[in-house]
Structures are given as structure tokens and as C-alpha cells.
């Protein structure tokens, strides 16, 4: 037997030995044979793919014990949960745990009795913690989920990158990074800030020969619920993703459809996380708050009902189906409206570096003034910027600005409140001081403090005000009562957050790179325009994807998703001799405003609807598809946009253009080919015509 063929054969024995599995799955044997080779490797594996193993393995063939970097406690736990159930000695450390119990684990792991220790980034800020790993190194270091490390990835942690800064010896062990959702441009993101820039990419496992993916064009909601109410006609275990919480309840309302999203109750989260494990046949509305952790194998369909905002999310969430290995669905809803949702929820994501300065500015202003803190709860209400659409766009300003240290956010127990005056303290303490009513001396001593203490607001409890104007506490209760609004304001919050700028944020200047948060912006807005060119594809659904994560395909397609199938009349047709004509005509109509205007208003133009702008209102096809109907106009730029004469620029307002093969087309050099679904289908069918 030759040295490769008998490794391999002790890899398959360590794998039955330890794990119970007969065989390796698509990449892991080469992943477990270069990481023990010394080989530092960033592997990109799908969700289900078991990329766990990949790092598990080579860890219990070498001596020592491995240190696992996660991001979530439930996920470490699972993994723990897991090893242990099999014998393997595993731990965690994490903030549910108590000191003495987190002291134990380590040790345990220092002194040889665990394989395993898992812990989240934030435990590296512990001096202690670093201190005794420096006598004790780990065989190997394991950065899971490690897109978080990058500030291009979708879910980026902060923390990740602090500990490669903060901690030298983490660059004298062997480290490997693991994650599910990774581009090249990620990947090279990662490289870097590990500081290893000869980390070498494994990308493999995506391809899921079981799953049928599907992209249905719908022109809205009606479209959408005929579509999922013919689908819920079959009863299949089915996971249904919605964009947004209000989404999913209103499923519930529409169908009775069991949902879960982040806002819930913990009690109705896990009713609802029962229910879906559970239940022989169940049907449940979430939002991507929920997936974490769920590794119910039968899950026959995955359906989004609104598009994700990135191609990375939605293979993740897709990919939770078929897990058994049999047939399973993942099927998308794409409409218009669903890209406008997507911008919204980016724009909150990625705040603008205009209303970033402006917050801090106004909090600086607060704070030279003695403003000193203000409730989480009720910051973004008083701030009032033009450019910002709404609350939350300033509550994720708010968390942008805390996580680069510029606010600091303190949890307030119950019976806390805030206090201000609302006239000058030197007048209230002249007016006030030496008189003997409560009233007086509350205002008297309140002011004195606030004076001495350079503050223009005080977030306290309210027996914290009583000790300061030595008054009891009911007596202090009717004082701010009587005052409140008229002298004073006293604002009580109960339990919550409140913030303050830290001693960086003082500073004049705002210590944000606002240019790296700007490309941050850019780089989402690419991720949102891949999802929508994936829904408009011609090629495999699956090859495209699999592409896009940088796996080779060498030609391979899946052979079951809806391009794959090929003709299917039952749910697509050949558009006619007529509608090929009118296609033909719209590009000529795009042509004198390619570029300037969205879809919508250039359809509202081919309606003949009026515009406040002379090019649409002049326009010489102004009007074309009165006749028509919008149904019929709409299912002809879908089906334009989906074979590649049109598309929409990027950005924040995307506009239609041309492309290379609409300008063939209108030049008579190609001819225009087009499948227009007949109404609400799957499959396509081909037929051509020139432009004319």
C-alpha cells in the first residue's frame, strides 16, 4: 500500500473510530490531510457540508488540545453538545458561565483532560485568560464562521480583528479559518488581518445535486400569495424566509402560518423553534433570525418570499434544506418591490458618513454643554437629521458610532431616570437656596450638584436623588412631580441602556474611517446586484452560485433547477410574433433614456402616465403600451432584464440601461428571444425574433 493510499485508509479509520462515519464527504479528506500536514488554510464549505470535522479530526490525531474561535454561544454549545455526546471532551467558555466554571474549562484543556475549547473573541480582552494560554499554547487555532473577521464580510465582529493586534503569540501557532459564506475578495480580507498572507483558499462542497432551486418573477404581493398558496396545497415540511418581521406576521394573518422573528417573546421563539423540529409536516414564516442551530434533515421546501440581500445569505438559508440527502425545493420570489425593501434595509446597515458626523457633532454639542448621557431608547428620537429616512437608520447610526468607540452604551437597572433643568442653574440656585420648603431645598441642592459637577443632565435612581438633597424618597416623588415640565424634566426610563461619548468621542474630530465605511456600503450594494443577477440568469442556478463562491466547476451544472429543465409548457411559453415586436420597441424606447430612469417610472412612461420630468412626458413612445395593459408591459422588461438585453445599474437608485446584447438586438446583429411565464410558472421555452 503506497504512503498516500495508507494514510488515507488511517484517516477513514480515525473517522469511524471517532465519529462513526464510513467515508469522507466532498473535500473534507483533503482538508484533514493538509491541516495535518501544517498547512494554514481558509475553508470555504456550505452550511451541512461538514466543515466541522474538518478541524475536529486533525485535532484529536495530534497531541494537545485545539482552540476554537466562535461568535455565537448557541453554536459552540451545539458543537460541545455534540462532541461530548460521543465521548469527545469538549468545553466551552462564554458569558452564561459562572467564573469558577470558566476557570475549570481552562484548566482543564492547560492540564491535557479536553480535546476541544471553545470560545468567543471577546474572551481574549481578559489579560488572564491570554496569560495562560501563552504556557500552555493550543496545537491548533480554528477561527469558525471567520467571514466575521473581515469588515466586508456580511456579519462583521469587531472583536475578531481586535485579537490579532492585541495578541502576538496567536501568530506562532498553526490557524486555519472556517466559514460557509466567503467570496475572494472576503477571503482576502481575512488573509490579512490574520496577518497570513500565504493562508492558502479550500473552497469546496457547495454542490448539492438533491436541492432544485427555482426563481419565480412575481409583479407583487397578489402574485406571490397565489404562488405560496398552490405551493401549501402539497403539505411538506416547509421553511418560508421573510425580509421583514411585519412580513412574516402578516403570512400568519393571510394563511396561519406559524411564524418567528427576533421580536418574540423567548417563550414564543421557542414554541415556535418546537413546533418546527417537532411537528411531522410543519410550515413556519421567519425571519433570518431563525436557522441557527435548526438541523431538522427533511426539510423538503425552502421558499424565500422576499428576496436576500446577499447571495451569501440566501445559499445559507437555502442550503438548510434536503439535508437528508433526498429531493428538496429552494425556491425564490423576486419582484420589484422586494429590491426596494432590500435598499431600505441596507441603507440602515450602512449608515451615511454625512449623518455619522452630524450625530457626533450634535452629541458633542450635548455633552460641551453638560449633557452627559441620554437613553438608548430615546437617543435616536431627539436627534432629527434630514438625512435620515427614519429611526431606525439613526439607531443603527447610534450602534455604528458604540461599535468604533465613540459612544459608550451602560445598562441602567429599574427605578433609574433621567434629570434635567430646563432654566439656568445659577438663577434656580439663587432663587432657591436658603429657603426652607422641600420644593427649595431639593431645587437648591440638585442645582448645586449639577453646578459643582459641570453636568446639565443626571441619569440616576431616584434614591440617589434623595441622598444628594437629603429628602425622603416619597417627598423627592412629589417634587418631580410637581416641577416636571414647568422647571424641571425628569424622565423615568425603567430598566434599559443609556450612552454617552467616551473620551474619544470628546475629541473634535470624529475618529471613524468614514472611506472604509463608504466601500463597506459599496460592497453590499454589489452583494444585493448579485442576487438580482442571479435571479435574472440564463445559466444553472446552482452553477452560478457555486461560481460566485470561487469553487471550480469544470463545466458542471445540477440538471434539476429551473433553467437546467429546459422546456416545461405548462408553467412558461414562447412570446409571439406580436409581443417579440413590442419587446423590440421597448428597447428603442430605452435608447433615448438609457440610463436616467428605474424601472418603474420608465414603465409609467410606456403606460402613457404622466411625469413631472419633459424627457418621460415628450417622450415619442410615450404611451406604447397603453393598450397592453401593466401585466403584460411588465412581464416583457422582466423577460427583457432576464435574458440580458436590459439591466438595472448599481447603486443606491438603480436605473435601466442597455446592455451590450440590447444594443445587438436594435442594430438587427442578434435576435431577440423571449419565455413569458403564464402565470405564476417555473420552467422556460425558447423562440426568437429580430428588433426591427
Not at 479528506?29 to 501544517?38: D, H, K, M, T
Not at 459608550?408 to 442653574?425: A, V
Not at 441619569?459 to 417627598?475: H, K, N, R, T, W
Request: glycine share 8%; with cysteine; net charge neutral.
Amino acid at each position: 500500500m503506497h504512503g498516500d493510499e495508507a494514510q488515507d485508509a488511517g484517516l477513514r479509520s480515525a473517522l469511524r473510530r471517532y465519529f462513526g462515519h464510513r467515508d469522507f464527504l466532498g473535500g473534507q479528506a483533503e482538508a484533514v490531510r493538509r491541516i495535518l500536514a501544517g498547512e494554514e488554510l481558509c475553508v470555504v464549505m456550505p452550511t451541512g457540508a461538514g466543515k466541522s470535522l474538518c478541524f475536529q479530526l486533525p485535532i484529536l490525531l495530534r497531541p494537545g488540545y485545539g482552540l476554537i474561535i466562535s461568535p455565537l454561544i448557541a453554536l459552540m454549545k451545539d458543537q460541545v453538545d455534540a462532541l461530548n455526546a460521543r465521548g469527545l471532551p469538549a468545553a466551552c467558555i462564554n458569558s452564561s458561565m459562572s467564573g469558577d466554571e470558566q476557570r475549570t474549562a481552562l484548566y482543564a484543556a492547560l492540564e491535557g483532560r479536553l480535546k476541544f475549547l471553545y470560545v468567543a473573541p471577546e474572551r481574549f480582552r481578559s489579560p488572564s485568560f491570554r496569560e495562560r494560554l501563552e504556557g500552555q499554547p493550543p496545537s491548533l487555532l480554528v477561527i469558525d464562521e471567520a467571514h466575521c473577521i473581515s469588515q466586508w464580510g456580511h456579519d462583521f465582529r469587531p472583536d475578531y480583528q481586535l485579537i490579532w493586534s492585541q495578541y502576538a503569540l496567536l501568530g506562532k501557532v498553526q490557524a486555519c479559518a472556517f466559514t460557509a459564506t466567503a467570496t475572494e475578495d472576503v477571503r482576502q480580507d481575512i488573509r490579512e488581518q490574520l496577518g497570513r498572507p500565504e493562508m492558502l483558499d479550500l473552497v469546496s462542497g457547495f454542490k448539492r445535486d438533491n436541492l432544485s432551486f427555482q426563481v419565480i418573477q412575481c409583479r407583487g404581493k397578489r402574485d406571490k400569495y397565489g404562488f405560496l398558496q398552490s405551493l401549501l396545497a402539497k403539505p411538506e415540511p416547509t421553511l418560508i424566509y421573510t425580509s421583514t418581521r411585519k412580513e412574516a406576521e402578516a403570512l400568519y394573518e393571510r394563511f396561519k402560518i406559524r411564524y418567528y422573528h427576533a421580536g418574540l417573546e423567548s417563550g414564543a421563539r421557542q414554541a415556535a423553534q418546537d413546533y418546527f423540529s417537532q411537528d411531522p409536516c410543519p410550515v413556519l414564516a421567519a425571519t433570518n433570525a431563525f436557522g441557527m442551530g435548526i438541523d431538522r434533515p427533511d426539510i423538503r421546501r425552502v421558499l424565500h418570499f422576499n428576496m436576500p440581500g446577499s447571495l451569501e445569505a440566501y445559499y445559507q438559508e437555502a442550503g438548510r434544506a434536503g439535508r437528508d440527502g433526498k429531493p428538496a425545493q429552494c425556491i425564490m420570489l423576486d419582484s420589484t418591490q422586494d429590491q426596494y425593501i432590500q435598499q431600505y434595509l441596507l441603507g440602515i446597515n450602512n449608515p451615511q458618513p454625512e449623518l455619522l458626523k452630524a450625530m457626533h457633532k450634535y452629541l458633542l454639542e450635548q455633552h460641551k454643554a453638560g449633557m452627559q448621557e441620554l437613553f438608548w431608547q430615546d437617543a435616536a428620537r431627539r436627534l432629527d437629521f434630514p438625512m435620515a429616512e427614519s429611526e431606525s437608520h439613526l439607531q443603527s447610526a447610534l450602534r455604528v458610532l458604540e461599535r468604533h468607540g465613540i459612544v459608550e452604551k451602560l445598562y441602567m437597572p429599574w427605578g433609574h431616570g433621567q434629570l434635567s433643568f430646563l432654566l439656568p442653574l445659577k438663577t434656580l440656585l439663587k432663587e432657591h437656596q436658603g429657603l426652607r420648603s422641600q420644593r427649595s431645598q431639593f431645587v437648591s441642592r440638585l442645582t448645586a450638584f449639577f453646578l459643582q459637577k459641570q453636568i446639565g443632565s443626571l441619569c440616576c435612581a431616584m434614591s440617589e436623588l434623595s441622598g444628594i438633597c437629603s429628602l425622603p424618597l416619597d417627598q423627592v416623588e412629589r417634587v418631580l412631580k410637581y416641577y416636571h415640565g414647568e422647571l424641571l424634566f425628569w424622565h423615568e426610563a425603567g430598566a434599559g441602556e443609556f450612552l454617552r461619548l467616551s473620551e474619544k468621542g470628546r475629541e473634535d474630530k470624529l475618529h471613524i474611517n468614514l472611506r472604509q465605511l463608504s466601500k463597506k456600503r459599496g460592497l453590499a450594494e454589489s452583494r444585493l446586484q448579485a442576487v438580482s443577477n442571479y435571479c435574472l440568469s440564463s445559466r444553472c442556478r446552482q452553477a452560478h452560485i457555486i461560481a460566485y463562491f470561487g469553487e471550480k466547476l469544470n463545466g458542471w451544472h445540477c440538471g434539476c433547477c429551473d433553467v437546467c429543465a429546459g422546456a416545461n409548457e405548462e408553467f412558461w411559453r414562447a412570446a409571439d410574433k406580436n409581443e417579440l415586436s413590442m419587446a423590440g420597441s421597448m428597447l428603442q424606447a430605452l435608447e433615448l433614456v438609457d440610463g436616467q430612469f428605474g424601472k418603474r417610472r420608465f414603465l409609467a412612461m410606456l403606460l402613457g402616465r404622466d411625469d413631472d420630468n419633459l424627457d418621460l412626458q415628450t417622450h415619442p413612445s410615450r404611451g406604447l403600451c397603453g393598450v397592453m395593459g401593466e401585466s403584460k408591459a411588465d412581464k416583457l422588461l422582466v423577460a427583457l432584464e432576464k435574458e440580458g438585453y436590459m439591466q438595472r445599474s448599481s447603486g443606491e437608485y438603480p436605473c435601466l440601461e442597455l446592455t451590450r446584447k440590447g444594443l445587438k438586438a436594435l442594430s438587427g446583429d442578434v435576435e431577440i428571444r423571449l419565455d413569458l411565464l403564464k402565470g405564476g410558472g417555473h420552467e422556460e421555452t425558447r423562440r426568437g425574433t429580430k428588433a426591427h
